[in-house]
Protein backbone atom coordinates (compact mmCIF):
# COMPACT_ATOMS: atom_id res chain seq x y z
CA UNK A 1 0.00 0.00 0.00
CA UNK A 2 1.28 3.07 -1.04
CA UNK A 3 2.13 5.63 2.05
CA UNK A 4 -0.19 8.32 0.79
CA UNK A 5 -3.23 5.67 0.81
CA UNK A 6 -2.42 4.19 3.99
CA UNK A 7 -2.43 8.09 5.54
CA UNK A 8 -5.68 8.71 4.13
CA UNK A 9 -7.07 5.34 5.47
CA UNK A 10 -5.58 6.41 8.81
CA UNK A 11 -7.06 9.67 8.69
CA UNK A 12 -10.64 8.02 7.82
CA UNK A 13 -10.53 5.91 11.01
CA UNK A 14 -9.98 8.53 12.89
CA UNK A 15 -12.86 10.65 11.43
CA UNK A 16 -15.05 7.76 12.07
CA UNK A 17 -14.23 7.24 15.69
CA UNK A 18 -12.71 3.61 15.16
CA UNK A 19 -10.02 3.80 17.33
CA UNK A 20 -11.17 3.15 21.07
CA UNK A 21 -9.00 2.92 23.97
CA UNK A 22 -8.81 0.32 26.18
CA UNK A 23 -5.67 0.86 28.61
CA UNK A 24 -2.96 2.78 28.87
CA UNK A 25 -1.29 2.69 25.53
CA UNK A 26 -3.51 0.40 24.24
CA UNK A 27 -6.06 0.64 21.24
CA UNK A 28 -8.87 -1.27 19.61
CA UNK A 29 -8.67 -0.23 16.13
CA UNK A 30 -11.39 -1.45 14.20
CA UNK A 31 -10.44 -2.01 10.63
CA UNK A 32 -11.69 -2.99 7.29
CA UNK A 33 -10.81 -6.76 7.76
CA UNK A 34 -10.68 -7.10 11.34
CA UNK A 35 -9.96 -5.51 14.70
CA UNK A 36 -6.72 -4.91 15.79
CA UNK A 37 -5.11 -4.29 18.68
CA UNK A 38 -2.32 -1.54 18.88
CA UNK A 39 -0.24 -1.03 21.98
CA UNK A 40 2.60 1.30 23.29
CA UNK A 41 5.90 -0.43 23.58
CA UNK A 42 8.37 1.07 26.31
CA UNK A 43 10.18 2.69 24.34
CA UNK A 44 7.29 4.97 23.14
CA UNK A 45 7.34 3.25 19.70
CA UNK A 46 3.83 1.60 18.98
CA UNK A 47 2.75 -2.03 17.27
CA UNK A 48 -0.01 -3.64 16.08
CA UNK A 49 -1.40 -7.06 15.81
CA UNK A 50 -2.29 -6.71 12.03
CA UNK A 51 -0.93 -8.50 9.39
CA UNK A 52 0.11 -5.76 7.60
CA UNK A 53 2.23 -4.59 10.55
CA UNK A 54 4.30 -7.72 11.18
CA UNK A 55 5.24 -8.09 7.37
CA UNK A 56 5.92 -4.53 6.78
CA UNK A 57 6.49 -2.64 10.08
CA UNK A 58 3.58 0.22 10.11
CA UNK A 59 0.33 0.11 9.01
CA UNK A 60 -2.93 2.49 8.87
CA UNK A 61 -3.91 1.52 12.45
CA UNK A 62 -0.86 2.75 14.19
CA UNK A 63 -0.50 5.59 12.04
CA UNK A 64 -4.44 6.45 12.87
CA UNK A 65 -3.44 5.71 16.55
CA UNK A 66 -0.36 8.78 16.29
CA UNK A 67 -3.23 11.06 14.52
CA UNK A 68 -5.09 10.39 17.62
CA UNK A 69 -2.11 11.52 19.70
CA UNK A 70 -1.19 14.47 17.80
CA UNK A 71 -3.45 17.21 16.50
CA UNK A 72 -1.13 18.80 14.50
CA UNK A 73 0.14 16.05 12.66
CA UNK A 74 -3.81 15.21 12.19
CA UNK A 75 -4.32 18.86 10.99
CA UNK A 76 -1.39 18.89 8.45
CA UNK A 77 -2.77 15.06 7.55
CA UNK A 78 -6.30 17.26 6.75
CA UNK A 79 -5.10 20.00 4.51
CA UNK A 80 -3.04 17.23 2.48
CA UNK A 81 -6.15 15.12 2.22
CA UNK A 82 -8.47 17.99 1.21
CA UNK A 83 -5.64 19.55 -0.95
CA UNK A 84 -5.48 16.22 -2.60
CA UNK A 85 -9.03 15.57 -3.11
CA UNK A 86 -8.96 19.14 -4.49
CA UNK A 87 -6.50 18.27 -7.33
CA UNK A 88 -8.96 15.23 -8.21
CA UNK A 89 -12.06 17.22 -8.48
CA UNK A 90 -10.16 19.31 -10.71
CA UNK A 91 -8.97 16.92 -12.99
CA UNK A 92 -12.30 15.16 -13.33
CA UNK A 93 -13.75 18.58 -14.09
CA UNK A 94 -11.57 19.26 -17.06
CA UNK A 95 -11.89 15.73 -18.50
ZN1 LIG B 1 -2.41 -2.63 11.84
Known amino acids: MPIDRMIEKAYELVQKKRIERVGDGVYNV ?3 HGT ?3 AQRIDGTFSCTCPGFVKRGRCSHLLAVLLLH ?3 LLRSVERQISKSLGNKKSKRRKA
Open 30 to 32: VGE
Open 36 to 38: YLV
Open 70 to 72: DPL
